[in-house]
């Protein structure tokens, strides 16, 4: 593989809250995304979630409070914790977690990108 | 869990290739080190490890040429290649890898952080 330059690959595309791929590692994938607004409540029974900031700002709203997280910060949403991000405009962000989680957990919405959808970049 | 503010994280050692636990996820540990010089030639045969860089360079140094990693620049070291980082200094860098790795892999060497002595901040 090359050597991957994550602000380069946040250059390549525009769509907010569609994650694409851009490494595999140990059976995980590093994923990035934009978020502007808000995406939608869900949970990953079986995947806990790495979200790393680092343009923006990122907060991860859970039942039990909000954790907001700026550029240089990150958070593990852990397995079966409720979550609905909502982002500033023009937010990077990057995740880690397993190929098996589902973008939108078991919630349905016009905002899901289904895993085969998730393009590689 | 609190949230991770990372170069916060970086402020609270000075030691080299010495790698601190700042976060687990999916049975991976989230490890932060700084590097100067060059560590010593080893490889992982079961697990893949995934660097990111925030500050300064770092080269991993590969049997078939070097991947020069700047700050935002990534890559991932797919478990059996040997792979010897070296730093300029004052580099700081991330590391996703299963709980089970082995600082250096089979080589010992004097700058081997054995895994129950990488303390978590």
Same mark, same amino acid.
């Given at each position: 593989?090359?050597?991957?330059?994550?602000? &380069?690959?946040f250059?390549? +595309? %525009? %769509?907010?809250?569609? $994650?694409?791929?851009?490494?595999?590692?140990?059976?995980q994938? !590093?994923?990035?995304?934009?978020g502007?607004?808000?995406?939608?409540?869900?949970? =990953?029974?079986? &995947?806990?979630? /790495?979200?790393?900031v +680092?343009?923006?700002? /990122?907060?991860?709203?859970?039942?039990?409070g909000?954790?907001?997280?700026?550029?240089? %910060?990150?958070?593990?949403?852990?397995?079966? !914790? &409720? =979550?609905?991000?909502?982002?500033?405009?023009?937010?990077?962000?990057?995740?880690? %977690? $397993?190929?098996?989680?589902?973008?939108?957990?078991?919630?349905?919405?016009?905002?899901?990108?289904?895993? &085969?959808?998730?393009?590689?970049?």
């Amino acid at each position: 593989m090359n050597k991957i330059n994550i602000h &380069e690959k946040f250059s390549l +595309f %525009e %769509e907010n809250w569609t $994650p694409k791929v851009i490494a595999q590692s140990n059976g995980q994938l !590093v994923k990035i995304a934009k978020g502007d607004g808000e995406l939608v409540w869900h949970k =990953h029974d079986n &995947e806990d979630e /790495l979200f790393l900031v +680092f343009q923006g700002q /990122l907060t991860l709203q859970l039942r039990t409070g909000d954790i907001i997280l700026n550029p240089g %910060e990150m958070y593990v949403v852990a397995k079966g !914790v &409720e =979550h609905c991000p909502k982002a500033l405009p023009d937010t990077h962000f990057l995740m880690v %977690e $397993p190929a098996s989680t589902a973008h939108t957990g078991t919630t349905k919405s016009e905002m899901t990108v289904a895993s &085969e959808q998730q393009t590689w970049l």
